[in-house]
């Protein structure tokens, strides 16, 4: 399963890209949405896991330009608000799910294992 | 001053929602921070539970991850710091504030909106203090609401400026952003210039592209308002 995290928060970002790898899950971390894009022209991925808030392209943004190239491409969004709201208009936009930060780390290994199996990701790591 | 009830209630509205602004900040900051420790942690956890005889703790590793939870929870102090100091500054609606600590305090309250609008938030202020009397969080709010307009006609990597003069008779605060008009309404100006004169001040938008606000403070003159949109 390859996963790219995405989220302003550098460290956060690489804890959670070096304990799925300790699970045997192949993370790579990026740290905004336009990067986040960028790699995914680049690089096939099975799920994209991605906060809400970041500076330049939010989560909304990038859910809406995944859907538009990859729709089946699986798009989990992370949200610290106290508020659901946007993390629902990205489940409305084709979100596989939303979780809370902070986050379980059994958890997110259990939705990427249900988000791979109901997407089809990016199998052939073209750009459509 | 003489306050209509209808006044008193825009006033509380605009305060209540300045506080939330701020609060959800904070607390969104404040999250991030714990949910970084959370995983840090949760990898330490890891790192020891993978421990074999053949694979023992790799301890460099682990100091690296101890290190960065030492910043973490000194990036949380600070924010529980200014969080505290900011519900500390509506104790008095009346007081000698020094305007140097109270700009200093809304821009690092602002740094995170200055991230997410990818916005350079800097300022320059003398080294003296500059004595008002007000009321700091209402200084405060008045400022924000200049600093939040000027940073959303600002573009990526441009830098804002929020500069503190006092040549005497008369103190300025400048928020000066990128040549370029500032797009606010009719209602957002006339409660900014209700906000100004709460503190004793004027507030000024120096209009067309200039890309400025100013709040002029002219302690024993008349206050009278001036603004140019």
């Given at each position: 399963m390859r996963v790219l995290m995405v989220d302003d928060e550098v460290e956060l970002v690489n804890a959670l890209v070096e304990r799925l790898g300790i699970r045997d899950i192949d993370a790579v971390g990026v740290t905004n949405g336009h990067d986040a894009l960028e790699k995914i022209y680049e690089e096939p991925f099975d799920v994209v896991v991605c906060d809400v808030?970041?500076?330049?392209?939010?989560g909304l943004d990038v859910i809406k330009k995944v859907k538009e190239k990859w729709p089946d491409l699986a798009v989990i969004l992370l949200t610290g608000h106290g508020s659901t709201r946007d993390a629902e208009e990205g489940v409305r936009a084709g979100a596989f799910r939303y979780l809370m930060k902070p986050i379980n780390i059994e958890t997110l290994v259990e939705v990427l294992r249900e988000a791979t199996e109901a997407g089809n990701g990016r199998g052939d790591g073209q750009i459509p | 001053m003489v306050r209509s009830p209808d006044r008193d209630l825009a006033a509380r509205q605009n305060g209540f929602a300045f506080f939330g602004a701020i609060t959800a900040s904070l607390s969104h900051e404040l999250n991030n921070v714990l949910a970084t420790i959370k995983e840090l942690s949760g990898l330490l956890e890891d790192l020891v539970h993978a421990v074999k005889p053949e694979r023992p703790l790799n301890g460099e590793r682990v100091i690296s991850s101890l290190e960065k939870m030492n910043v973490q929870v000194e990036r949380g102090r600070r924010y529980v710091k200014q969080l505290n100091r900011f519900a500390h500054?509506?104790?008095?609606?009346e007081a000698a504030i020094d305007l140097c600590d109270t700009v200093a305090e809304i821009v690092a309250l602002s740094q995170r909106l200055a991230k997410l609008n990818r916005v350079d938030l800097i300022t320059e202020l003398p080294e003296q203090m500059v004595k008002i009397d007000g009321s700091s969080f209402e200084a405060q709010h008045v400022l924000y609401r200049c600093l939040k307009a000027v940073m959303t006609a600002a573009g990526q990597g441009e830098k804002v400026v929020v500069r503190l003069s006092d040549d005497g008779p008369r103190i300025v605060v400048e928020v000066a952003g990128p040549d370029r008009a500032i797009d606010v309404s009719p209602e957002w100006l006339h409660v900014t210039e209700r906000l100004a004169e709460e503190v004793g001040a004027v507030f000024v938008s120096e209009g067309g592209d200039s890309g400025k606000m100013l709040l002029h403070w002219e302690p024993g003159r008349a206050v009278i308002g001036e603004v140019r949109l």
């Open positions: 808030k970041m500076p330049g392209l939010g | 500054s509506a104790d008095e609606p």
